[in-house]
């Protein structure tokens, strides 16, 4: 079995959550004998097609962006090349110049698109890409939804949930190195033995504006690790409230970040908006047995973070709150190490990357079953 992926970006070139979880279907896929051709944009001059983990990672030429989205005239024959070759089709949602390609080719195979996240930010372009956006996701056999959680708050997946199947992200901890013992002891020096961490790119949605408010009159050091676009503006909220107990630590590298995770006394992950789909980096935290504090926004936050089981879940953009849940687990450490234990056992149960492709390859064997079974 041949599987096809598309979206906009992904290994090596981006690391960002959607691409993670391609790469790490295409990985674990490849174990179960399944194929996989990954194809994405980029703007750079780089080799068209590299081998990866067992897999295949295709780039066409991007040619221009509009509104975040990548377009590309090569994309159009190399899709319709790698789509014949493939068994099922494997579109990661959204990107509309994606729908634009699958209407274009007249893809013929089965189809499943993955539901990342509504369209949170650009309003006014999603009463213009509206109409296609039903048509295509009316077109595909099967939708996956990352969180029942996500299926149960989104208007979008709302309309089409006769065919939404809930597969949630999975992570293999088999990939992340082990923390190096200079490294644990460098940053155990820098940081001290008792510390919070956060995780991820510094965009708009992530919520830090909330986490430093929050911050003002406590004393216990909080880790900021990743770049992005609104790096400047935090560092400057931070001088302008005076505080003393943040530290930005910028892009890490893997052994960096998993002494972080190792080290860390509880994981912060404050985003406010429904941008955040899922949170990769919260589940890192209960990967490594960490307590975790988030904020109720209907999405999968809230399906990797029980309240007060895994650590505390808090209003959206509510400073005091998140400040309240922070003094409290920092205040009781025997529930914040229990509260850690099992956010640990949660992911070995709902979300380990074996689980997730086991799901993905059940579901395309079902797709190919079916497709066969209707065009005979």
């Not at 589940?283 to 988030?294: D, N, R, T, V």
């Amino acid at each position: 079995m041949r599987i096809l992926h598309f979206f906009k970006t992904s290994f090596p070139d981006s690391m960002g959550g959607v691409e993670q979880v391609i790469n790490q279907i295409a990985r674990g896929a490849n174990k179960l004998g399944v194929k996989t051709d990954v194809l994405s944009l980029t703007p750079d001059r780089v080799e068209r097609t590299i081998e990866i983990d067992g897999y295949l990672a295709h780039r066409a030429r991007m040619d221009f962006q509009l509104a975040s989205t990548g377009f590309s005239a090569s994309a159009f024959l190399r899709f319709a090349q790698l789509a014949k070759q493939a068994d099922v089709i494997h579109y990661h949602f959204p990107w509309p110049f994606m729908d634009v390609v699958h209407f274009a080719t007249r893809v013929k195979k089965p189809t499943v698109v993955t539901y990342h996240s509504d369209i949170i930010r650009q309003k006014n372009l999603l009463k213009l890409y509206r109409p296609l956006m039903n048509k295509f996701l009316a077109s595909v056999d099967r939708i996956v939804a990352t969180s029942p959680n996500y299926l149960a708050t989104s208007d979008v997946l709302g309309k089409f949930s006769d065919k939404v199947s809930v597969i949630p992200i999975g992570l293999d901890k088999d990939t992340y190195p082990q923390p190096l013992p200079e490294r644990l002891q460098f940053w155990r020096n820098k940081l001290g033995p008792k510390f919070f961490l956060f995780i991820g790119v510094l965009r708009y949605y992530k919520g830090l504006h909330v986490l430093m408010e929050a911050a003002q009159g406590t004393d216990y050091p909080i880790v900021i690790v990743g770049a992005g676009p609104i790096e400047q503006e935090l560092k400057a909220q931070v001088a302008q409230l005076g505080l003393r107990n943040i530290h930005f630590v910028g892009f890490l590298s893997g052994s960096d970040k998993v002494a972080l995770l190792t080290l860390c006394y509880g994981v912060v992950f404050p985003s406010h908006l429904r941008s955040e789909a899922f949170g990769i980096s919260l589940l890192e935290g209960a990967m490594y047995g960490k307590p975790m504090i988030s904020s109720e926004i209907g999405t999968g936050t809230t399906y990797i973070n029980i309240g007060d089981e895994t650590g505390l879940v808090v209003p959206p953009s509510d400073p005091v709150a998140l400040r309240q849940a922070m003094n409290y687990l920092w205040d009781h450490p025997e529930e914040a190490a229990e509260m850690g234990k099992r956010g640990e056992e949660r992911y070995w149960n709902y979300f380990t990357a074996e689980q997730m492709v086991k799901s993905y390859v059940n579901l395309y064997d079902d797709l190919v079953r079916h497709h066969h079974g209707t065009s005979r």
